[in-house]
């Protein structure tokens, strides 16, 4: 099982449980099949409101950063909420595990990915944890990608190849964007 | 049937959670935040911010919401007062205002499921029924008609510009339509605010008042502002359709920047919003 650490170890603002966001992440990176000694670190700032999400490879320990209002249950703030921990994590150690991967080699880090990379890649994601099992949801996922990528059918199709996709690299994200754009461009 | 019924008597299934507004102000990450230089104020919506989509998916369920609690507020109005405290023609307003509601809910049901949200995702808050729930009817028309609705101006018009931005022609109508409503509504309000108080000035200076009180506590610590990256931007044009004159506009900027340099204050910053 892959080695976790959650900071803080307890919170003073937020009523989260670092041992449950921990085994939650040890869960995940089991389905997911990162390899028994690739270190994981999950940072909680609980001051931040504001739902947001960074992560980050150093050799192979992965580092994801995420604020405490990304976690948190929409019907109770404050309270850590299990399943939108899960696909968080789980969106993030999925594109770990995809910068691991030679594949995926090129693809930029920090503000050098785009809003419209980041959304191609998070709907490549989010498909296949829908095939793992973990309950997501594809509408919502759309939003966000037509809402970067621009609402016509055509582009609702690029959508579905990255969401059915499996074994796809980075090129093929950057294809899919480029393809979008050329179908804005025509609307 | 119950007269003035509270706001905890409101009907709702298992898939709605309350939150208090007060809960929110007061949550301990917002003063934290602001302590450690963490705290985000929220900007202007915009397509290409990382946080746009969910964004946009609260804003419009907790529209959605208020949709709800408009047409309970619209339905209460024009059932718990005599004919001797509401004339019977604003009843009929008011009934008019449940029609437009009840379709403005079906709008709202339809954009959250095209926006991928589900009914009930997030907490809802109670407050525009709450300012419906005052016993004098010139001052629920103030408070919801008026303050309320005027915000929804200001709300649906900052989306339908995020709709026509991010080229989505689903939110673009759907605010369209929801805002020429609104628009009457809050003429609505203004038409039967003179005329209930027409020969009442210290009536009328109280529901002005209240709806000064509820423009304030409802700027959202001043969110909804003139300032050109406020999430939410006052609409002059619309409002001035709506009945506004350009005084009472000037006011509600003025009440916002008020607002705005308060909760800045509250939370140990320069009062400077």
Redesign the interface.
């Known amino acids: 099982m892959a080695t976790v650490t959650v900071t803080p170890e307890a919170f003073e603002l937020v009523e989260f449980d670092a041992g449950v966001i921990r085994s939650i992440a040890e869960e995940l990176a089991t389905l997911i099949g990162l390899q028994d000694d690739v270190p994981i670190t999950v940072e909680v700032d609980e001051t931040v409101i504001m739902p947001r999400v960074e992560s980050s490879i150093v050799g192979n320990a992965i580092t994801i950063s995420v604020t405490g209002g990304a976690l948190e249950d929409l019907h109770k703030a404050r309270t850590l909420s299990p399943e939108r921990t899960r696909l968080i994590l789980g969106t993030h150690l999925l594109r770990a595990r995809d910068r691991l991967d030679p594949a995926w080699a090129e693809a930029p880090t920090g503000d050098e990915l785009t809003v419209q990379h980041t959304s191609a890649w998070d709907t490549y994601t989010e498909g296949r944890l829908q095939r793992l099992g973990l309950p997501t949801r594809q509408q919502r996922r759309i939003y966000h990608f037509r809402l970067r990528h621009g609402f016509s059918d055509d582009i609702d199709g690029v959508f579905q190849r990255l969401w059915d996709g499996e074994n796809l690299s980075w090129s093929d994200v950057e294809k899919a964007c480029e393809e979008t754009a050329a179908l804005k461009s025509n609307l | 049937m119950k007269k003035m019924l509270p706001v905890q008597e409101l009907a709702r299934d298992s898939r709605f ?1 309350r ?1 208090r507004m007060e ?2 102000m007061s ?4 003063g ?2 602001r302590v ?1 230089g ?3 104020r ?1 900007g202007r919506f915009n ?8 964004g ?2 609260s804003l419009m369920h907790g529209i959605f919401m208020g949709e709800i609690q408009a047409l309970e507020a619209a339905g209460r109005t024009a059932f718990d007062f005599d004919l001797d405290q509401t004339p019977f023609q604003l009843k009929l307003d008011m009934a008019r205002q449940c029609w437009d509601e009840a379709r403005h809910v079906e709008i709202s049901v339809k954009l959250t ?6 009914i009930g ?3 809802e808050a109670t407050f525009l029924y709450e300012a419906a729930c005052n016993a004098d009817p010139a001052m629920r028309l103030t408070g919801v008609n008026r303050a309320l609705e005027g915000l929804a101006i200001d709300v649906f018009n900052t989306m339908k510009d995020f709709g026509e931005r ?4 689903v939110m673009t109508f759907c605010e369209d339509w929801m805002l020429a409503d609104e628009v009457t509504h809050v003429k609505m309000g203004s038409d039967w605010l003179r005329r209930l108080t027409e020969n009442d000035p210290e009536r009328r200076k109280q529901a002005l008042d209240f709806q000064r009180l509820v423009d304030k506590i409802f700027s959202l610590g001043g969110q909804r502002s003139d300032h050109e990256d406020a999430p939410i931007k006052l609409a002059r044009q619309f409002r001035s359709i709506a009945g506004f004159s350009s005084e009472e506009i000037e006011e509600i900027a003025d009440v916002s920047n008020e607002a705005a340099a308060e909760s800045l204050a509250r939370m140990g910053a320069p009062t400077k919003a």
């Open positions: 959670w939150t809960e929110q949550d301990p990450r917002i934290a935040g450690r963490t705290y985000q929220p397509p290409d911010e990382p946080q746009a989509a969910d946009a998916r499921e095209w926006m991928g949200t589900d995702e997030f907490a991010s080229g989505d022609p």
